[in-house]
Antibody
């Protein structure tokens, strides 16, 4: 079964750090890009970052550039999101998603999400 | 950055209705657009990619069309399980961005 399981969310103070993990199973992880998408409480979806199959390319939404880092470990079939200098506005459910970026781009497998709360 | 504007933000419909949701890009994005469905407390689900290509396992009552700046998601005959929020996502250039969402509610 193709599956993604996020972990690492929690409560953190403004200015703090958190590292999210997403463990993949059921598919050849190294063949896919991976993405992080977030959803603030009661709000819409926001694309956060993605990373190429081999980790050689990474892209971010402007609001997290310089604070968040996406990384990928193909040997462990895992993708990570290191979040530093967290702000209240980073509070959200964070989803990881398997991403196809060939002729077409799409996110076809999603995890259930992990909740990040930034509050003092 | 490309902005995606969805309309309407919400709509009320009945089972069997034809539903149309629109997404407009702030600049041309060719056919580089997908649609996602999300139910409360659940992860999004891919419906359509490349403007009109139906994801495997998605019922054929869902269809997408458009090009350039204007795109449409159509549900030909709304089913009870289709009450949800729908989002478009462009993948034309970075940063990618979603539309604000359209909530489809029961009339």
């Amino acid at each position: 079964e193709v599956q993604l399981v996020e972990s690492g969310g929690g409560l953190v103070q403004p200015g703090g750090s958190l590292r999210l993990s997403c463990a993949a199973s059921g598919f050849t992880f190294s063949s896919f890009w991976m993405s992080w998408v977030r959803q603030a409480p009661g709000k819409g979806l926001e694309w956060v970052a993605n990373i190429k199959r081999d980790g050689s390319e990474k892209y971010y939404v402007d609001s997290v550039k310089g604070r968040f880092t996406i990384s990928k470990d193909n040997a462990k079939s895992s993708v990570y999101l290191q979040m530093n200098s967290l702000r209240v506005e980073d509070t959200a459910v964070y989803y990881c998603a398997r991403t196809e970026d060939g002729f077409y781009y799409y996110m076809d497998v999603w995890g259930k999400g992990t909740t990040v709360t930034v509050s003092s | 950055a490309i902005q995606m504007t969805q309309s309407p933000s919400s709509l009320s419909a009945s089972v069997g209705d034809r539903v149309t949701i629109t997404c407009r890009a702030s600049q041309g994005i060719r056919n580089e657009l997908g649609w996602y469905q999300q139910k409360p407390g659940k992860a999004p689900r891919l419906l359509i990619y490349g403007t009109s290509r139906l994801q495997s396992g998605i019922p054929s009552r869902f269809s997408g069309s458009g090009s350039g700046t204007d795109f449409t998601l159509t549900i030909s005959s709304l089913q009870p399980e289709d009450f949800a929020t729908y989002y478009c996502l462009h993948d034309h250039s970075y940063p990618l961005s979603f539309g604000g969402g359209t909530r489809v509610e029961s009339k």
